[in-house]
């Protein structure tokens, strides 16, 4: 049974050794990207259908469920896209094209694994390979000063926090003598556990997954790292480790039906509140667009912690589909940062004029970043306040509604200056220049997503519900 | 088939086509305005003739539901109708003919008569109205119609401000008049007049009402608070003062006292209001019309006056004495304006001390003027005596001892300054050089078949005797009145003609009345004071709070945030340490708050 | 046999070091070895708990599993991995703001 | 038979579609093919009313033309479509003024493909959010509405555009995002969970609830209507939109706050709403006065007409709040007329500006001679809009106050004084723009050209027919409002 459920991830291994290998000779060096994407699309045909019964495999490490089996195929697609998005990115020099996307590869199969564990220690390993292979991307530009600092500061920041996490994982482990989540579920039931050292082991673990999320008071690497890094991995540090986060949140604080801490909903909640408003307000003077894309990015978290906040069944549903919609949104937004190469909003002005697509692309990504109803935002949004206000949390939702507005404003500032502002900055880039298909590939295919998954949700997410 | 629907149809016929064609027409407008009035004006006989083979009232169809009951619309036929439809026609057609000759070399003469044949339609449609609303429609429509003609030649600023006065003046009584008539169809639960007989005893809410519609006919017939726009609306084309602000449309008010009298008379208090203000107004305008020196205000504080006696005839309770007077009142004034006119045509100036001895240069016009004047102060024989005297007799019968002596003194007063206007225009030497010639005969011959009609008027008789029950004349009363008016008459003579030292002397002592009413009592520097600059004032004020306040508040809100942005920003030193520091201390106030330590 | 409580203060000894030293040191490389004492310390907790409280894996399985002490190991190499991939990153940031220190290199800020 | 409210819905978006794909320079055909769809939209809302049966009515059935399809089914969200007496007169509005304002967008030079497509959009999300009966759907075409119009004042608009489309975006969207939970919180508090307006209508909520769930959406419409404290948009967005597009903003996008109001607040919350009566009789008063004062002191013809809009809305919300038939009429009828007045007026100031390229009242005088048919046409509908009775101005106002009377006496007189302030600021323009001496300032201007003609002679023509006979467009309305007031029957 093991080895079925761990084909996807067998077969990412092959792939990327391939890439690793083919990157030695120049020949097959220009292949590498397309092997990688090849990889993924593979491993996501190999995906197992979801079953709805859920079942420990792998000696009990790992557990095959709906929410591993809906991450599993969210992380696939998600890297696939930046994979595109990466062909498109000029920086990433010819001679170390091969390591570049055989981190990618490795970064899917460490995250998927981490999705779907069930252990501690399994959890420990898989986050500390994601955070080892992040620094290393965040840092890759080694010939460029912000590169190098932003990974530095990333690996500082990260390396405290889990190693913070481990200790509460070892206070943990002396609390119960088990790594296992379920059975910790259960002992804590009994209420004979020695509380206040259960708080604070579990505030510890919070600490790491925090910061994989980039939650408010863990956030502070997030936008240094998000403007440092070249921009596909900026791209990929807002969903992939953020979608791993909160599937490890919601596996440890929310594995089981009652939460593991009593007082989860507040902590949530209060949390939830601070993140949305601290990542919209800083983000309202922000001038690069990258930075202003993460200080987004850790309002959108707020908006899922929320989700998370209502402890309902469509709170996990209306979290699930808020990051479907907030992958594509997202990676749409960076896409037209790689495709035009502009690091400053002034620099957008008359975008639209200068090529028109990318403008297109690029407001309708923001748009539905910023919820606005005919496109996918909309609905996301519209999910997860439905779920918060069905579990009575009435101040978190109108703290919520009210921030969507003040986020509208930066999105606008930033569509201003490419639609409406007539002065036009002689960027290098018009449309005659010659760009990667692939990236045109994924920038339409997030465009399709944003503009038909607001019509019609229910096409791919059957399951998505208000039922209470 | 009931053709008095008809009536209002012509004139606004010809509107239509004027205002689209009339320029291609040139005179053909004129001819065709009015053709259009003497139509209405046949059919008003017609009407009439209709009236004495018994026809009545009848009803045109639904216009509107009101709380669920059909309003419907209807044309009214009775005495009082059929008496202002034919005064209107008559007195229309004469002046449309006139104001050929006057209006011929303007570069708007089409235009003009397409205004003065909506203004006809809409006063007809006015009179023939069933019920509040469809009068309330004309109503506005006749106020629109003497904006536009006052404002006839908008090249002058002060012909278009007083246009705007008018309208706004009016306007603010009709607010009153709207109020009234909602309170009315709340109480009574009709809109329509011919309900009025069904009225129980006095109530104080449709007392109430009352007033406020009487609180319309104010500002409609220029009386005591909202008179102020009248003498401004000289700056029209005398025509227009001649037909709209002294024969027909400043009497809409009376007429509509007059029509909703059972109103009035079931609720004696209305009925004293509407006698006192007419009394103040009588007087009062008397007063600044003696010392005035402009031709057209002179007369129009006559109207003004004239008008107020009508209220007060009507406020005693002299249905038809109010309206006898009102028919004679509207032929002479409409002569004597259209004297003035032809006097101004000619001359060129309205300042009457720059006048005197036209009478030799024009005689048609001096001798109507003449006529038009005497009936005016209420000599015996022309109109003006019979309609005044019935008002006195009115007032006497009803136990109105002080309204009795205001009427007296109006009348004294009004006989005294016509004939300071005869004495100073036409009689004595010419104190400037004027070369002063007859007007064409397009424009004298109205004049003479007005002053033919101002002086038999009297002998026709109240419209309304026969409905008001029969009138006998005391010789006591009329014996008064002439005296009245005689002594007033001889006064003017003696200070104007013979320059005697007393009555000289006399007039130099009360210099500081003088100078009161030469400024006519400072109504409208009162005006402008209480109410006009402090309005300007607030909403000045208005949109500068409505421009820093509320728009402040809104641009607060956003720049607020955008400080915080600033400030929160800068929490991102850029230092390691200080990260490491936030994520700490994030850790223990985590655990602190969840440990409630 | 040195009571359990020994080792847990020890740990949690070692665990506070490590924090201070992450939060006062001004040098990179001062970070990265604070950073390795909070891993260590977590080795200690995990192999004392193993070895005193037995595991009792609710899998039925024997008490005497060493996951704590499999752990330990597992945490050992990677703490490896990390460090090697920390004095990477801080060679290449040498190469650029010429200094170890942490006011060094603050380019991105706000 | 065919689907005729959805046809009215996606005809535009269709249109936008297509011309998404022509290429920019075909700048004529792209001007014919908007026109085109705006003239069948405006065609089959004609056939609308025409096969529209206004006897139907009665609180329970009195939709027609009804669609009724699952479209997020598990999500309770139904594709729910219907017309009634009160949103056939706004619809068959909105199709004529998206007509006639299209026709006037021929000033539109620049980026021309880009405008109609916003202007198209902006066309579906208006006539959507009239035929909607679904609370999400409704929202959704409510939103859609922002988005077309925020780019349409932002790109082509005057001066200050930016700050005008920014601000007009975010005061929007404030006050709708509260909509939003309140149609949250209706649908878990209703008891059989629904979206749908007619059956939330049955469902009793608690009064607590209910006054906390009326303000949450009657400050989203009260954002729209502009009620005082919520209007400084208006002027704003006003000035700096180009003519076509501050029509359809006054022409349309007011309405839209009104029907609202009348169509959700109302029935669905009718304990509020009788509790909550005089403080909204009250804010219509305020409107009425406080826009007249504010109107008078302007010296920008564009931001005096949009306060004069706030004024006139004053009066819509009065007769709202009487919660009668007539008052009811009345605001229905008040939003028809101020649409086409207001419209219109919109149009003539655009005229003015296309000639003289500045809107200070001022800098015109005299323009009676040069401009006869303008000056006839401006003065026609100042007289409209100051409610001279025998236009359509004047029956919209007359029925509010009607009705408005028995519960509230006092408030109809302070709306008379408002009343008599409209008539001083309107004569006082005309005064400044068309009487006087000509401005020497001002060249002699060429007349209206027939296009500007054609897009003015049908208001007109509607304010005329409406002035003389309103039952042509009450008896539309008659059972709907009837159905509305039965609510409120003691």
């Keep these: 049974m093991t080895i079925q459920f761990l084909f996807p991830e067998l077969l990412l291994v092959f792939f990327a050794v391939a890439v690793l290998f083919g990157s030695v000779s120049n020949f097959f060096k220009k292949f590498t990207p397309v092997v990688a994407a090849l990889g993924l699309l593979g491993a996501l045909l190999l995906l197992p259908a979801a079953s709805q019964s859920s079942t420990a495999v792998f000696f009990h490490l790992l557990e095959a469920d709906t929410i591993s089996a809906f991450f599993r195929t969210l992380i696939l697609i998600g890297s696939a896209l930046i994979v595109f998005l990466s062909m498109g990115e000029p920086q990433i020099q010819e001679q170390d094209r091969g390591e570049f996307y055989f981190f990618i590869l490795t970064l899917a199969i460490s995250m998927m694994i981490a999705v779907s564990s069930r252990n501690l220690l399994m959890i420990y390993i898989a986050l500390e390979t994601v955070s080892i292979i992040s620094y290393i991307l965040v840092g890759y530009l080694k010939q460029d000063a912000f590169s190098s600092e932003a990974g530095l500061k990333y690996f500082l920041f990260g390396a405290l926090s889990t190693g913070i996490m481990l200790y509460g994982i070892s206070l943990l482990y002396g609390l119960f003598g088990t790594l296992d989540l379920p059975t910790m579920a259960a002992a804590v039931k009994q209420e004979h556990i020695y509380f206040p050292i259960f708080i604070l082991s579990m505030v510890f673990v919070l600490a790491g997954l925090a910061f994989k999320c980039s939650l408010v008071p863990f956030h502070m690497a997030a936008p240094d790292a998000y403007q440092g890094a070249p921009t596909p991995i900026s791209a990929f540090l807002s969903i992939g480790p953020k979608a791993m986060g909160f599937a490890l949140l919601l596996r440890v604080f929310l594995g089981t039906p009652t939460p593991l801490i009593a007082k989860w909903s507040a902590l949530a909640q209060w949390l939830a509140i601070i993140t949305m408003t601290l990542g919209n307000i800083i983000a309202l003077k922000q001038t690069n667009v990258k930075r202003l894309l993460a200080y987004s990015s850790i309002a959108h978290a ?130 005659t220049v010659p760009h990667s298909r692939a990236l045109i590939l994924a920038l339409t295919l997030t465009l399709l997503v944003n503009i038909l998954l607001g019509l019609w949700p229910q096409g791919l997410m059957p399951w998505l519900s208000l039922s209470p | 088939m009931h053709i008095a629907h008809y009536i209002p149809l012509f004139p606004f016929l010809a509107f239509v086509i004027n205002i689209f064609v009339g320029r291609r027409l040139k005179i053909g407008s004129a001819y065709l305005a009015v053709g259009t009035c003497v139509l209405s004006f046949l059919c008003s006989l017609k009407v009439w003739q209709g009236f004495l083979q018994g026809e009545r009232s009848y009803s045109l169809g639904t216009w509107l539901l009101i709380q669920g009951k059909p309003l419907d619309f209807g044309i009214i036929v009775d005495p009082l109708t059929i008496m202002m439809l034919l005064i209107v026609s008559f007195i229309g057609t004469f002046i449309l003919i006139y104001s050929i000759g006057y209006m011929h070399d303007d570069p708007r003469f089409s235009r003009y008569f397409a205004y003065i044949s909506l203004f006809m339609a809409s006063m007809l449609g006015l009179v023939l109205a069933d019920n509040f609303i469809l009068l309330l429609i004309f109503w506005e429509g006749v106020g629109l119609c003497s904006y536009f003609l006052i404002a006839f030649w908008h090249e002058r600023p002060a012909a278009a401000k007083a246009g705007i006065k008018a309208f706004v003046t009016t306007r603010i009584g009709d607010t009153g008049f709207l109020v009234g008539m909602l309170l009315l169809f709340f109480t009574t639960g009709t809109f329509h007049f011919s309900d009025f007989q069904f009225l129980r005893g006095p109530e104080p809410v449709l007392t109430l009402a009352a007033i406020l519609i009487f609180a319309g006919a104010i500002g409609k017939s220029a009386q005591f608070p909202l008179h102020v726009w009248l003498p401004d609306a000289m700056e029209g084309p005398t025509p227009i003062s001649a037909l709209i602000h002294a024969a027909t449309m400043v009497a809409a008010g009376v007429y509509l006292v007059a029509r909703c009298f059972p109103l009035f008379a079931a609720h004696p208090a209305a009925l004293q209001t509407v006698a006192v203000i007419g009394g103040i107004s009588a007087l009062m305008a008397a007063t600044i019309a003696v010392v005035n020196n402009d031709i057209k205000r002179v007369l129009a504080y006559s109207t003004i006056s004239q008008l107020g006696l009508m209220m007060l005839g009507l406020g005693v309770g002299g249905l038809s004495a109010g309206t006898f007077h009102l028919m004679t009142h509207a032929f002479f004034k409409a002569l004597l304006f259209l004297c003035a006119g032809s006097i101004i045509h000619a001359v060129g100036i309205q300042d009457i001390r720059q006048m005197g001895g036209l009478f030799s240069k024009m005689k048609v016009t001096s001798v109507t003027f003449c006529i038009g004047a005497l009936a005016l102060a209420g000599v015996p024989p022309f109109a003006g005596f019979w309609s005044k005297d019935e008002i006195l007799l009115t007032a006497w019968n009803n136990h109105h001892p002080v309204l009795f002596a205001v009427a007296l003194l109006t009348s004294l007063l009004t006989s005294f300054y016509m004939a300071r206007l005869i004495f100073l225009v036409l009689f004595g030497k010419p104190r400037s050089e004027l070369h002063a010639h007859e007007s064409p005969a397009v424009m004298t011959i109205p004049l003479v078949v007005l002053s033919v009609f101002a002086a038999l008027a009297g002998f026709i008789g109240s419209p309304l005797k026969e409905a008001t029950g029969a009138y006998e004349g005391s010789q006591v009363m009329m014996l008064a009145s002439t005296m009245v008016s005689l002594t007033g008459l001889g006064l003017a003579y003696l200070i104007y003609i013979r320059q005697m030292a007393l009555p000289q002397s006399l007039l130099m002592s009360c210099q500081g009345l003088k100078q009161l009413l030469l400024n006519k009592y400072y109504i409208d520097e009162i005006y402008e004071v209480v109410l006009v600059k402090p309005i300007l004032r607030l909403c000045q004020g208005s949109f500068s709070f409505d421009m820093k306040i509320v728009d402040g508040l809104v641009n607060g809100v956003a720049n607020v945030t955008q400080f915080c942005s600033g400030v929160l920003r800068r929490t991102q030193t850029g230092l390691v340490q200080n990260y490491l520091l936030v994520q700490v201390f994030g850790v223990v106030l985590l655990i602190m708050w969840l440990l409630k330590i | 046999m040195i009571p359990l409580e020994h080792f847990c203060l020890l740990s949690a000894f070692l665990f506070c070091a490590g924090i201070y030293g992450a939060l006062t040191r001004r040098n990179a490389i001062g970070i990265l070895i604070s950073i390795e004492l909070i891993l260590n310390a977590a080795n200690i907790n995990l192999v004392a708990f193993n070895k005193y409280l037995g595991t009792n894996d609710g899998l039925g399985q024997a008490p005497t599993v060493p996951s704590g002490q499999v752990f330990a190991l597992f945490v050992v190499a990677i703490a490896a991995a990390a460090s090697v991939v920390g004095l990477v990153l801080i060679i290449a940031i040498y190469r650029h703001a010429k200094s170890l220190f942490t006011e060094g290199f603050h380019l991105m800020k706000e | 038979m065919i689907p005729i409210l959805s046809t009215l819905i996606f005809l535009p978006l269709l249109g936008a579609i297509i011309i998404f794909c022509l290429p920019p320079r075909l700048e004529k055909s792209i001007r014919f093919l908007s026109l085109l769809v705006t003239g069948v939209v405006l065609a089959v809302s004609v056939c609308l009313v025409m096969h529209f049966d206004p006897a139907v009515g009665g609180a329970s059935n009195s939709m027609q033309f009804v669609e009724y399809h699952p479209w997020l089914h598990n999500l309770h969200i139904w594709y729910f479509l219907g017309v009634d007496g009160l949103s056939l007169p706004l619809v068959f509005l909105t199709a004529l003024l998206g007509f006639l304002a299209c026709l006037s967008s021929y000033e539109i030079k620049e980026r021309v493909k880009e405008y109609f497509i916003f202007y198209l959009l902006l066309m579906t999300g208006m006539i959507g959010t009239f035929l909607a009966l679904d609370l999400v759907l409704f929202y959704i075409f409510w939103e859609i509405v922002l988005i077309p119009m925020y780019f349409l004042i932002g790109i082509w608009g005057g001066p200050r555009r930016e700050y005008a489309a920014v601000k007009f975006f975010l005061y929007t969207l404030a006050g709708s995002v509260l909509m939003l939970l309140g149609i949250l919180t209706a649908y878990f508090l209703s008891t059989p969970h629904t979206f749908n307006m007619l059956q939330l209508g049955l469902s009793g909520f608690d009064l607590r609830w209910q006054i906390i769930l009326f303000l949450a959406f009657f400050l989203a419409f009260a954002v729209k209507v502009p009620v005082f404290p919520f209007h400084t948009w208006l002027p704003d967005a006003h000035v700096e939109a180009p003519t076509p597009v501050s029509v359809l903003l006054a022409g349309v996008l007011l309405k839209m706050g009104g029907y609202g109001l009348l169509r959700v607040c109302f029935p669905i919350f009718k304990a509020a709403a009788f509790v909550l009566a005089p403080v909204l009789a009250m804010l219509g008063v305020v409107n009425i006065v406080y826009g007249a004062w504010v109107a008078f002191a302007q010296t920008d013809f564009k931001k005096m007409v949009a306060y004069s809009s706030v004024s006139h809305m004053g009066f819509v919300l009065l007769g709202a709040a009487s919660l009668t038939v007539t008052g009811f009429n009345g605001a229905l009828l008040g939003m028809f007329n101020h649409g086409i007045i207001t419209g219109g007026m919109f149009l003539l100031v655009g005229v003015l500006y296309t000639r003289a390229h500045t809107r200070e009242l001022n800098r015109f005088g005299g323009l009676t001679n040069s401009m006869p048919f303008y000056a006839f046409c401006l003065t026609f509908l100042s007289l409209a809009s100051l409610g001279l009775p025998g236009l359509s101005g004047f029956v919209g106002e007359f029925l509010s106050l009607v009705g408005a009377f028995k519960p509230y006496p006092w408030l109809v007189v302070a709306a008379g004084i408002g009343l008599v302030m409209t008539v001083g600021y309107f004569l006082s323009m005309i005064g400044r723009v068309l009487l006087g001496a000509l401005n020497p300032k001002c060249v002699p201007y060429v007349d209206m050209n027939t296009r500007e003609l054609v897009t003015i002679v049908p208001l007109m023509a509607i304010v005329l027919i409406v002035g003389f006979y309103p039952q042509s467009v009450l008896n539309f309305q008659q059972e709907a409002m009837q159905g509305l007031a039965h609510l409120f029957k003691l």
């Design chain 1, 302 to 431: 707020g908006f899922m912690l929320m989700a998370l906040a209502a402890v309902n069944a469509s709170g996990i549903k209306a979290l699930l589909f808020y990051l479907f919609i907030y992958v594509f949104m997202n990676v749409g937004a960076f896409g037209c940062v790689v495709l035009t190469q502009r690091q400053e909003v002034a620099q957008y002005a008359g975008l639209s004029r200068q090529y028109p697509f990318a403008a297109f692309v690029m407001s309708i990504s923001l748009l539905s970043l910023a919820g606005l109803p005919p496109l996918a935002g909309f609905m996301a949004k519209f999910v997860v306040i439905a779920a918060a206000i069905q579990a009575k949390l009435y101040l978190l939702a109108i703290i919520a509604v009210l921030n969507s507005v003040i986020a509208l404003f930066y999105y606008l500032r930033i569509i201003k200056a490419m639609y409406l502002s007539k002065t036009e900055i002689g960027g290098q880039l018009n449309s």
